[in-house]
Antibody, heavy 118, light 109 residues
Framework: QVQLQESGPGLVKPSQTLSLTCTVS??????????WSWVRQTPGKGLEWIGF???????YYSPSLKSRVSISIDTSKNQFSLKVSSVTAADTAMYYC???????????WGQGILVTVS | EIVLTQSPGTLSLSPGDRATVSCRAS???????LAWYQQKPGQAPRLLIY???RRAAGIPDRFSGRWSGTDFTLTISRLEPEDFAVFYC??????????FGQGTKVEVK
């Protein structure tokens, strides 16, 4: 059974960089059949796709966040990571990592991590 | 950018009722890339339907999806107590880009 688990600071100061890691267990992140994704959720904007990364490092980002977002992958640790720079209160959200079997939906999700910018 | 508009915002029903949630796309989309999720308080979304009408693994057959043009529908044939939640539609396009509907809450009447 595949499991994803987010980790990182729950509190980030404005203008700083938010950094989160997703650890995947029960399957190899090097499997070329999946995209590894980040999605966030706020009460105001609902669910928002941030971006995803393929096992070889190819990345795709939401146009609205592209200038501030970076996703990376560490196959040796079976992890992928998210960085969001120059954060503001609008980046306060529940952040989820998720797996996409390259067909445009998310079949496994982490439990989520609440990040507050303050 | 494709916009997904869900209706109604809230659906008040009783266990045993039929629930119908709608998702309208702002333009024609590939139905192979339309999915539905269920989210309960404090939990991550759970995949119910993908490809507009294919049930995900382990999803009961009371959940079904269909489409007509730009209108997509999630139906729960008979609501069980555990089905009350918020439901989201989601689309992927080849830009690539992913968009979600704003959600429909199915609550106990």
């Amino acid at each position: 059974q595949v499991q994803l688990q987010e980790s990182g600071p729950g509190l980030v100061k404005p203008s700083q960089t938010l950094s989160l890691t997703c650890t995947v267990s029960g399957g190899s992140i090097s499997n070329g059949d999946f995209y590894w994704s980040w999605v966030r959720q706020t009460p105001g904007k609902g669910l928002e796709w941030i971006g995803f990364i393929f096992h070889r490092g190819t990345t795709y980002y939401s146009p609205s966040l592209k200038s501030r977002v970076s996703i990376s992958i560490d196959t040796s640790k079976n992890q992928f990571s998210l960085k969001v720079s120059s954060v503001t209160a609008a980046d306060t959200a529940m952040y989820y990592c998720a797996r996409d079997p390259t067909v445009g939906h998310f079949d496994y999700w982490g439990q989520g991590i609440l990040v507050t910018v303050s | 950018e494709i916009v997904l508009t869900q209706s109604p915002g809230t659906l008040s029903l009783s266990p045993g009722d039929r629930a119908t949630v709608s998702c309208r796309a702002s333009q024609s989309i590939n139905n192979n890339y339309l999915a539905w999720y269920q989210q309960k308080p404090g939990q991550a979304p759970r995949l119910l339907i993908y490809g507009a009408s294919r049930r995900a693994a382990g999803i009961p057959d009371r959940f079904s999806g269909r489409w007509s043009g730009t209108d997509f529908t999630l139906t729960i044939s008979r609501l069980e107590p555990e089905d009350f939640a918020v439901f989201y539609c989601q689309h992927y396009d080849s830009s690539p880009s992913v968009t979600f509907g704003q959600g429909t809450k199915v609550e106990v009447k």
